[in-house]
């Protein structure tokens, strides 16, 4: 199995990499991560601001304007406009949701956070999902953070992925490696 990377998800982890060090050495990952997460909500949820970012028609100056006006509206930090304005210059800004998922998966592993994702077939209680965040953080050693979906697919059971590492118990993927087994006699 090849392990090669994609320029865009080369160059991003780069980026996103030169963000944290830049935030580190200045005190400020904490802000600069509140920041981004900010821009991706506003990037996630607005049309406008997510075709002009990713249309290369724009020029730099145009661009430039308007992420100026974006960070001075919604306070950025110093650092965070600049990297913004490098991007740009770079024409490379068009990466932005990439570095900067890259970029908050860098600050919690500085945490020492594992992100993982959850879905099952039917609803969890809050107490369910806090025992199930509660014995998977001991189990790991370390703080998990998870999304949870449910998805009724999957009949029952669920499916649990930290980083690499799946765990399937649901009764869709059960009855796929039956299928399997039967169309292989």
């Not at 740009?88 to 994702?117: M, T």
């Not at 959850?118 to 953080?137: H, P, T, V």
């Not at 690499?164 to 118990?169: G, P, Q, R, V, Y």
């Amino acid at each position: 199995m090849s392990t090669k990377k994609t320029f865009s998800t080369e160059t991003s982890e780069r980026y996103s990499r030169a963000l944290f060090e830049v935030s580190k050495e200045s005190n400020e990952i904490e802000k600069v991560e509140a920041d981004v997460k900010i821009f991706q909500s506003i990037f996630d949820t607005n049309v406008e601001l997510k075709n002009f970012i990713k249309d290369p028609t724009y020029s730099i100056k145009q661009q430039n304007q308007v992420i100026d006006q974006l960070a001075k509206q919604l306070n950025f930090s110093k650092n965070l406009k600049n990297f913004l304005l490098l991007l740009i210059e770079k024409r490379r800004i068009f990466f932005v949701k990439k570095v900067f998922d890259n970029f908050l998966k860098l600050c919690a592993n500085k945490r020492g956070e594992i992100n993982a994702s959850l879905i099952s077939s039917k609803e969890l209680s809050n107490a369910e999902l806090d025992q199930i965040n509660k014995d998977l953080s001991e189990t790991m050693g370390s703080a998990l953070k998870f999304d949870y979906k449910v998805d009724k697919s999957l009949i029952g059971g669920l499916k649990l992925q930290l980083g690499s590492f799946m765990i399937d118990t649901s009764i869709k993927n059960k009855l796929k490696k039956y299928e399997q087994i039967m169309l292989e006699d």
